[in-house]
């Protein structure tokens, strides 16, 4: 059964290139309502646990690091269908397969640095948004 949350991030690659604003237009025209929002750092440590389940593969070192370099936003999202509807908005991880009018089509500039992260399931969206929030920061 799926959920109405989910959870995501706006990387730093984004947050560099100064893509807040409209990336989170973007999720709230399509129908998603922001219920946590913040600006915030990952740490080493923070990023190695937050990718944790990625740590055998080959990237793993450079996700860390990319992801600990500068300012992220973490957001709780809420809507019916919420993983598979932003999974969809946000487009393929690659750039260059992206469908038009999605996130990381109009923002990402690589595979590696591809402007959003999104939760990959209804339990995940639960593990990552408690990783980012505390219970009093979720409305």
Do not use: C, W
């Not at 998603?32 to 937050?50: C, G, M, R």
């Not at 992801?67 to 946000?90: Q, T, Y």
Request: avoid cysteine; charged fraction near 20%; charge should be negative.
């Amino acid at each position: 059964m799926a959920t109405n949350r989910t959870f995501t991030m706006i990387k730093p690659d984004a947050v560099a290139n100064g893509h807040i604003g409209n990336i989170l237009a973007m999720i709230t025209n399509a129908g998603f309502k922001i219920v946590s929002l913040k600006l915030t750092q990952l740490t080493v440590a923070d990023a190695q646990a937050f990718y944790a389940v990625h740590s055998a593969r080959p990237f793993y070192g450079e996700l860390v690091e990319f992801m600990s370099r500068g300012p992220i936003v973490a957001a709780i999202l809420e809507k019916d269908n919420a993983v598979e509807d932003f999974r969809n908005l946000i487009g393929a991880t690659n750039p260059a397969d992206a469908a038009e009018g999605t996130i990381r089509k109009a923002y990402a500039t690589s595979i590696g640095e591809n402007a959003v992260h999104g939760s990959d399931s209804d339990e995940n969206a639960a593990l990552e948004g408690a990783f980012h929030f505390a219970g009093r920061e979720q409305f």
